[in-house]
């Protein structure tokens, strides 16, 4: 087995403290949207009373810690090792949500957690080294080639059928709606955080990205990104439970 990179074991911290913070901001946040839902519209209807929640904005607090630490390990380990321990993030919402919300694991819910633990041991245990990149144009020259823009354009059509067709008709009823929503949207997060996690390291080093309207453009699409899955999210997290 080769041996991990110092950066790499960075990163590996990085990604674990970052779903301790993200997992358990899901159970702070579900308990103020818990609370907002008993005075007014549910976030999952539309509502956005969820606002005016402490406890949501505990969560979201807690959340933005946890996001944090997940951009900086972009920062040093490579995206195929910091991407999947953000599963470990579902480990500790189980457990918060077994003693604090009093949802109860079943059988599959069990075996789930194992295999997010023993898959993403396998991925860290095996992660490559990462390509050395000097400049935020390289992963630009990355995200424009033919078959990345394809994947692109695919995931934008299907979410936005899936906001404007399928969210209004099945997403009350069908978590997988938000959920697809999400998770597609994620996918393109990842390019975009790890090009500016890159670039901010850089121009601490003493090279700055910043001049490059490619860094600029990727802040842009995580923002977009960012605020597309918090809005989803919450109903996601309204829905179940």
């Known amino acids: 087995m080769e041996e991990m990179s110092p950066d790499n074991i960075h990163g590996v911290i990085l990604a674990v403290s970052s779903s301790i913070f993200i997992g358990s901001s899901f159970i702070i946040k579900k308990k103020g949207l818990k609370k907002a839902g008993v005075s007014g519209a549910r976030a999952g209807e539309g509502g956005y009373g969820y606002l005016y929640e402490p406890w949501w904005w505990a969560g979201m607090i807690t959340m933005i810690v946890g996001e944090i630490a997940n951009f900086a390990a972009y920062a040093f380990a490579p995206?195929?090792?910091?991407?999947?321990?953000?599963?470990?993030?579902?480990?500790?919402?189980?457990?918060?949500?077994?003693?604090?919300?009093?949802?109860?694991?079943?059988?599959?819910?069990?075996?789930?957690?194992?295999?997010?633990?023993?898959?993403?041991?396998?991925?860290?245990?095996?992660?490559?080294?990462?390509?050395?990149?000097?400049?935020?144009?390289?992963?630009?020259?990355?995200?424009?080639e033919p078959g990345f823009l394809a994947y692109s354009a695919v995931v934008l059509v299907v979410v936005l059928a899936l906001i404007f067709y399928y969210e209004p008709r099945y997403g009350k009823t069908h978590m997988i709606v938000y959920v697809g929503i999400c998770s597609l949207m994620g996918s393109l997060t990842v390019m975009s955080v790890k090009a500016v996690a890159i670039a901010i390291k850089l121009t601490f080093s003493g090279m700055n990205q910043f001049k490059y309207f490619h860094a600029w453009i990727f802040i842009i699409v995580v923002t977009i990104c960012c605020i597309l899955q918090i809005n989803y999210l919450n109903k996601v997290i309204t829905n179940i439970g």
Do not use: N, Y
Not at 79 to 99: E, K, M, N, Q, R
Not at 122 to 137: M, R
């Open 79 to 144: 995206a195929i090792l910091v991407t999947p321990l953000g599963a470990l993030s579902i480990i500790f919402s189980a457990v918060l949500a077994h003693f604090i919300l009093e949802e109860k694991l079943h059988m599959f819910g069990i075996l789930g957690c194992v295999l997010c633990v023993v898959g993403s041991t396998t991925i860290v245990l095996h992660a490559p080294h990462e390509q050395g990149i000097e400049s935020v144009k390289q992963v630009w020259h990355l995200a424009t």
